[in-house]
């Protein structure tokens, strides 16, 4: 299927009425910056450990901001590969007693749930991925879909927002560190690789490409 294919679909289940400005920025779809920690590189057999996403409000002048995180610690799926590397990497402890991790069908559902309630508030059918480096947090996000067999997935199944492309486009920089540090953003390495503090650092780059673009003009109004 193409993309216009899926969207004209999608477009199908939308409303004549006016739209939320969230919705016209964006063509219908609501960014969510998706952030994940794994057992390696390899979505269909490496471990889902970490998983959070931070939605996206719009204030009454058109500018974004990071709104609500929701983060899970996952369980390993039944046969997951866990490098050790991978460990040494995130500081995850798997034993550790207040790790306190759930299944990936209840994190990925108390997710969607959570997200469908900002895609309705906001007037939009369908939420996009923002991820630094999307492509992998994506990969990894329909892999646990597909192996929890979930049928109300409300992310677009292959578009993304990348902020490392963005990032470089704006700031010259790609890594994460380094696109906030360059952007004003604090930013201590210390947190680094913690599902939820690289979601809401990720989320304020994001916004503040996007709201840096509008201050020059770069998109004006909320007409399409």
């Given at each position: 299927?193409?993309?216009?294919?899926?969207?004209?679909?999608?477009?199908?289940?939308?409303?004549?009425?006016?739209?939320?400005?969230?919705?016209?920025?964006?063509?219908?779809?609501?960014?969510?910056?998706?952030?994940?920690?794994?057992?390696?590189?390899?979505?269909?057999?490496?471990?889902?450990?970490?998983?959070?996403?931070?939605?996206?409000?719009?204030?009454?002048?058109?500018?974004?901001?990071?709104?609500?995180?929701?983060?899970?610690?996952?369980?390993?799926?039944?046969?997951?590969?866990?490098?050790?590397?991978?460990?040494?990497?995130?500081?995850?402890?798997?034993?550790?007693?207040?790790?306190?991790?759930?299944?990936?069908?209840?994190?990925?559902?108390?997710?969607?749930?959570?997200?469908?309630?900002?895609?309705?508030?906001?007037?939009?059918?369908?939420?996009?991925?923002?991820?630094?480096?999307?492509?992998?947090?994506?990969?990894?996000?329909?892999?646990?879909v597909a192996r929890c067999d979930l049928k109300r997935n409300p992310f677009h199944p292959f578009s993304s927002f990348d902020t490392a492309s963005l990032a470089g486009l704006a700031y010259g920089?790609?890594?994460?560190?380094?696109?906030?540090?360059?952007?004003?953003?604090?930013?201590?390495?210390?947190?680094?690789?913690?599902?939820?503090?690289?979601?809401?650092?990720?989320?304020?780059?994001?916004?503040?490409?996007?709201?840096?673009?509008?201050?020059?003009?770069?998109?004006?109004?909320f007409d399409e």
């Open positions: 299927m193409s993309e216009e294919q899926y969207e004209d679909d999608q477009e199908q289940s939308g409303s004549s009425g006016p739209r939320h400005p969230m919705a016209a920025r964006f063509r219908g779809y609501l960014p969510v910056v998706v952030d994940v920690e794994t057992g390696g590189f390899n979505s269909a057999t490496d471990a889902l450990l970490e998983i959070a996403a931070t939605t996206i409000g719009m204030d009454e002048s058109g500018f974004l901001y990071p709104d609500h995180t929701h983060f899970f610690r996952v369980e390993p799926f039944e046969g997951a590969n866990i490098e050790q590397a991978a460990l040494e990497f995130t500081g995850i402890k798997l034993d550790h007693p207040l790790r306190m991790a759930v299944s990936e069908e209840h994190a990925l559902t108390e997710i969607f749930r959570g997200l469908r309630k900002s895609l309705k508030a906001n007037g939009c059918k369908r939420a996009i991925l923002v991820g630094h480096n999307s492509s992998f947090d994506l990969g990894f996000l329909n892999a646990a920089q790609t890594v994460l560190a380094k696109a906030c540090q360059a952007a004003g953003i604090e930013f201590d390495g210390r947190e680094a690789h913690s599902a939820r503090y690289d979601t809401e650092k990720t989320a304020e780059l994001f916004c503040g490409i996007v709201n840096r673009w509008k201050e020059m003009g770069g998109w004006e109004d």
